[in-house]
């Protein structure tokens, strides 16, 4: 019973698909204020076999609910060409820009080129790095002075010890500042990035 009644409230038409999602933001935009508060959708994603059936519409009605929050930022996962051609599902942009109104970013596979062309398009207000900015931490001045890229090591983005943080050689970057060896969290020694993850957990570092 209590499995149906679930449905009945959270399943079936896009207002009940909605639900959850808007009143864990109105939840959520309570006790931290909205201007903490952002907000992430993969509209296309088929990650772990997750899909949804209508993604257009849903996202469309979703981030249109939003507006009234006047969040900080809805930050939206693009489908690339991979992506697609591993099933999963194109979103227009422009129709998820068109029912957000606050600042949009958008992420997935941008470079320089691509993500300039979307920004001067006004399709997204901001665009997000995720692979490019771990293999050349400090991505920003590259762009800024088009100098080469490290390509993303897809087989070890995440820490390996004895490589460094994040993997990176420790190779002086085109820009002076040394690869690998980013500025410490604050609070932190900063000699902690140096040794491995179990001795920066116990401080011992
Ligand atoms: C090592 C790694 C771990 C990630 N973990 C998550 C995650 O836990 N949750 C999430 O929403 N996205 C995660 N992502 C996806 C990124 O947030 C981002 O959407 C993705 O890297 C696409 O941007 P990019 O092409 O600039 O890398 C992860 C990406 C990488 C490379």
């Not at 959270?10 to 931290?32: D, F, H």
Request: proline letters at 6%; one cysteine or more; hydrophobic letters at 40%.
């Amino acid at each position: 019973m209590a499995r149906i009644a679930a449905l009945m409230i959270m399943g079936g038409s896009v207002a009940n698909r909605a639900r959850l999602t808007l009143e864990v933001t109105e939840a959520v935009t309570k006790v931290w204020g909205a201007a903490r508060v952002g907000i992430r959708f993969s509209p296309g994603g088929v990650f772990n076999d997750m899909h949804d059936s209508n993604p257009l519409e849903t996202f469309s009605y979703m981030l249109h609910e939003l507006n009234r929050f006047h969040l900080a930022y809805a930050h939206v996962i693009v489908s690339t060409e991979d992506d697609l051609r591993h099933r999963a599902v194109s979103v227009p942009l422009a129709a998820l820009r068109q029912a957000f109104h606050g600042p949009l970013i958008v992420a997935n596979g941008f470079n320089l080129e691509t993500a300039t062309r979307i920004v001067t398009e006004s399709l997204a207000d901001a665009v997000a790095f995720g692979r490019l900015f771990l293999a050349n931490p400090d991505l920003p001045e590259r762009f800024r002075l088009n100098a080469p890229l490290n390509s993303p090591d897809e087989s070890d983005l995440l820490w390996r010890s004895g490589k460094g943080l994040h993997g990176l050689s420790g190779a002086s970057s085109p820009t002076g500042s040394r690869i690998g060896e980013p500025r410490p969290w604050p609070g932190t020694r900063s000699n902690c990035w140096r040794k491995d993850a179990f001795a920066r957990k116990s401080r011992k570092c």
